[in-house]
């Protein structure tokens, strides 16, 4: 397949805040279910496993007029609660059967009570994950929180998840895990051959078509985008940060790479590679995935780190494994995990000699120059000192 089709196909299904794909699975067969979920990350081997659709929701983007959404929160909040109230509120979410909040932040938790108001009838769990990193503490709280939504989904669809069924879940998003590795380190060693606008358009597709449609997507890119000759600019190498949740309009990703920036690497929609490694697939299935999160999982501000000396380890080891030159923290604005890590990240950097730079965002920013001017700034900068 041209690589062109792909991304064609990529984009249609990010402009789509009907959720058609998702709509179109549910409707081949009457037992069919979707179980959407918002940022960043819930083990989405459960739902797969339950014979359900995980669809992953990130707000309503730039396209969206967020009307009744504003109704709900203050105004110094992020803007993805009120554009996901307002994909609610108009009906654009009527088709799902439920709904996960992972724990990531107050603003998260407070909408999963209003979701709950506004779908009294519809499944909706707030899932809480360990802060604590002690196997038989939070690893033992979490194998309970896994139990407890694996029983939830049994009794929405009537039928019991076996062990065996979520391994071979486990096993298929191995699998995903594996080439969305593979396409990150292929953007890594030749950027100019995978830009970052499309990685991510491939990646956001992931969130609302069957895995393994996705895994067949991604398969597909990766022979493309091997054989495409594309020319190699004189671009910088810079890492991403802050961006995980509240994704930023695509036009900012093409912005930073039109100011001379290839991105190397990001935690934009950080879900699809939360777990670093592959999982076993033959063992006690909702232990492994509590061990997974426990010690093989990304670090971000979603995630308490219990030692100080740890924060922007994972960021550092991202610059050196990439061979970044610089930092771009780009975070939603009023994003509190985000924005209250950044000083120690920055720090972290300083302290490392990792130029920097940082600003904001929301998912609805228009105006691209001044990020184009400053990014373009921090590249020329890079290119003349670094
Ligand atoms: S953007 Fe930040 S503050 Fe807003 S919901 Fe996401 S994590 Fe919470």
Redesign the pocket.
Not at 77 to 81: A, Q, V, Y
Not at 104 to 108: N, P, R
Not at 334 to 338: K, V, W
């Given at each position: 397949m041209a690589i062109k089709d792909i991304i064609e196909r990529c984009t249609e299904l990010f402009d789509d805040l009907e959720f058609n794909a998702a709509k179109n699975w549910k409707a081949a067969d009457p037992d069919r279910k979707v179980m959407a979920y918002?940022?960043?990350y819930v083990p989405e081997e459960i739902i797969h496993a339950a014979g359900m659709m995980p669809l992953g929701i990130v707000g309503g983007g730039d396209q969206m007029e967020v009307i009744h959404g504003d109704a709900y929160y203050q105004s110094y909040?992020?803007?993805?609660?009120r554009s996901t109230i307002e994909l609610g509120v108009t009906g654009k979410l009527d088709f799902i059967d439920g709904m996960l909040f992972p724990s990531?932040?107050?603003?998260?938790r407070n909408?999963s009570g209003m979701w709950k108001m506004i779908h009294p009838d519809k499944f909706v769990s707030y899932f809480d994950v360990p802060q604590n990193f002690v196997d038989g503490i939070g690893g033992e709280y979490y194998v309970r929180e896994l139990e407890h939504l694996r029983d939830g989904f049994a009794e929405l669809t009537g039928k019991p998840i076996s062990n065996d069924a979520i391994n071979r879940s486990i096993a298929i998003y191995n699998e995903r895990r594996r080439l969305v590795r593979e396409i990150y380190e292929f953007r890594s060693e030749t950027p100019w051959k995978a830009p970052a606008s499309e990685v991510y358009l491939l990646m956001r597709a992931g969130l609302v078509i069957p895995v393994e449609e996705h895994i067949a997507m991604m398969k597909d890119y990766l022979a493309a985008a091997n054989e495409e000759q594309r020319p190699l600019r004189d671009s910088c190498r810079v890492v991403i940060n802050g961006s995980?949740?509240?994704q930023p309009p695509l036009n900012l990703i093409k912005t930073i790479e039109m100011s001379g920036c290839y991105i190397v690497d990001d935690d934009y929609l950080l879900g699809n590679r939360w777990l670093l490694e592959d999982l076993a697939t033959d063992g006690n299935a909702l232990q492994v995935l509590a061990d997974a999160f426990l010690h093989h999982s990304a670090d971000t501000?979603?995630k308490y780190c219990t030692r100080k000396e740890d924060v922007g380890q994972f960021l550092l080891q991202s610059v050196k494994q990439h061979k970044a030159e610089g930092v771009i923290f780009a975070?939603?604005s009023?994003?509190?995990?985000?924005l209250l890590e950044r000083p120690m990240l920055t720090d972290r950097m300083t302290e490392h000699d990792v130029p920097h730079i940082s600003f904001k965002y929301a998912e609805n920013s228009g105006q691209m120059q001044p990020i184009r001017e400053q990014t373009g700034t921090f590249a020329d900068t890079l290119k003349l000192w670094s």
């Open positions: 918002m940022p960043v909040i992020c803007r993805i609660p990531i932040c107050d603003v998260i909408l995980f949740c509240e501000a979603a975070a939603p009023f994003c509190d995990p985000a």
